[in-house]
């Protein structure tokens, strides 16, 4: 007979909370079976999946996310090519949006770096530099973010 486990156990063994774990199953992300006593008692592959949802959530996705492309792939023994090619579209998408983050987050740790070493060393050289980055960093965010009107600008002035 396959060994379930309480809410308790699972808790401990994931450092999932007792109420996320409540959570899940009231949203339908997990469906642990019930003893007479009506008590949650999780599988084998309750414990997999949970695992599971962990990881995707360390990798950035929402539950959301996780419940809609993910809940119940383990368990389907032939995936439909279009389920399959649906799903692989979407990490795609996803791969491509974390590495955007992963780009951002290289131009901040620079900027950083940057000004802690003008700070700590300041000289004209340094200070140009920093300069020159963080202008370029403007230029970026510029490109990015929608540009406002000239007549937006304009009706606000009193």
């Known amino acids: 007979m396959e060994k379930l486990y309480s809410i308790q156990e699972i808790s401990q063994k994931l450092g999932i909370p007792k109420d996320t774990l409540r959570y899940y199953d009231r949203i339908g992300m997990i469906s642990p079976s019930r003893d007479d006593n009506l008590y949650r008692k999780y599988s084998r592959d309750d414990l997999i999946d949970l695992m599971n949802i962990q990881i995707m959530q360390y990798a950035d ?39 955007m983050k992963i780009t951002h987050l290289k131009k901040v740790s620079k900027l950083l770096d940057m000004v802690a070493e003008t ?36 009706h606000n002035q009193g």
């Not at 000289?123 to 540009?147: G, H, M, T, W």
């Open 119 to 154: 700070l700590r060393d300041f000289n004209k050289e340094s200070d140009q530099k920093l300069a020159e980055f963080v202008l370029e960093l403007y230029k970026d965010i510029r490109e990015n973010e929608p540009e406002i009107s000239k007549e937006g600008c304009d």
């Open 61 to 99: 996705f929402s539950l959301d996310e996780i419940k809609e492309k993910f809940i119940g792939i383990r368990k389907l023994e032939n995936i439909d090519s279009d389920y399959g090619e649906d799903v692989a579209l979407f990490l795609d998408a996803k791969n491509a949006e974390t590495r």
